[in-house]
């Protein structure tokens, strides 16, 4: 250490005047802030609820079944993403489909959100394009383990998320919160 | 019964400012800290919706902590334990007592002098205040039963001793040239102008014993960067056991401590209650020329004046808290004894030197 390093005092001064710096810098940003100069930001913050930053349109998000123009599932109980999950977290009962033109549709889809590792293998596998993880919603909680199962008729109903990566149909409220 | 009044009225002043000061300082700390680190601090207490910038924190924390369990540890000693934070808190309190908050008030022929309690020795009684604010400290890290908490009382006690022998001996200097121990007529001795313009404040007079006394004074507040005996992230320290309100107590003594020793230091170094060229009877400036003001007025603007002094070196101090990393225990402990100590000892003498080069106290 040179001398001046060890007298210590002059760093600390340097030290002290460099945040001094940022603190009357971002006041004077917070003031201009508060005084309607909505373009001066004091901080790095993004206020959560309120604030979001902008998502990914890449960002593998809460899943969802894709429909036929008639509603009914696209999907062809297949299993092919039930095999592939690392989680396991998919489960999926085969029935037989009304037409006889399609094999088979799931009586039962679920997917245990709280297993769920969002690797997105699912998607990759389903040769029907039957299910999908773009709506968009990530904040999914449940105070119970069963909470966090969403079954097909709650993965039907979802859309995919809008143009700005914002969820377009309403977060899924699992049974246990339900009023 | 009209001395009564007052007496109690000086009393309260001095009692709420501290107290309140204190409690805010909780809420300076979180956003001043945040600004400094370009972030925005707690903000999300409100009250029917107001949030008014996070200033309903402290009254948040007080609510959790007094809801909270206050536990005991089942070796700890019941009544050592129960005492220590209300012994660091109290000596915290009162410790503010003889440092003025203004001139002498004149109101309907008396002469009221602003400050808690007038006394011939008043820098000894602060200093006698904040010493004997160790002992709650001590008592805790003892009566907790706990290795760790030993520890950090040891460490508080060991770092105050060192911190207080520095304090002591750097307003040595102050004490010469003010001629006095009353804080008072310290204060009333800054006044006074050097080649007739400059303030006699003690940061003029005394640089080296400021910088001695407000690194002594933080260390002597146990805060980072002395925060050895608390030290987080190694030993938790004294308050280890502790829970609810008697934590909050030890946080809030390390507070109040803050403020004493900024109150401390504006009225030894920054000249109190004095704003320059202010004097009795309104402004009169060095370069000929007055303004008269009435005596009220003038008093006001004297409390005012040592408010927003002790508010500047409260900021500074919490530049310091939260600029610097901590010191390590043996690093304290050779800045205390190796450092301060013999600077102040040094200072002393430049002093006795000057005053006699240059005459006795003015």
New interface residues.
Partial sequence: MKLLQRFYLVEVVSGLTLTAAHFFRNMGLHIAHALGRTDARGAVTIQYPEERRPYSPRLRSLHRLVRREDGSPRCVACMMCETVCPAHCIYIVAAEHPNPEIEKVPARFDIDLGKCVFCGYCVEACPEDAIRMDTGILEFSSYSRDGMIYTKETLLALEPAGADGRPTSPVPIPADRRP | MTDLGIAFGRVAFVMLFVLNMGGLLTWVERK?S???????GANRASIFGFRLMGLFHPLADAIKMLTKEDFRPARADRVLFGLAPFVSVFFALVAFASIPFGDVLRVAGREIPLQAVTLNVGILYVFAMLSLGVYGVMMAGWSSANNFALLGGQRAAALMISAEIAIGASIMGVVMIGGSLNMMDIVRAQGHLLWGWLPAWGIVTQPLAF?LFLTAGIAATKRIPFDTPEGESEIIGYFIEYSGMKFGMFAMADFLETVVIAGMTTSLFLGGWQIPYLVADGVRFPWGGAIGLPHLLVVLLQVGAFVVKVCAMIFFMM??R???PRFRYDQAMRLGWLGLFPLSILNIALTGLGLLLWGGPA
């Fill in positions: 001043q945040a600004i400094m680190q370009d972030r925005i910088v530049l310091v939260w600029t610097l």
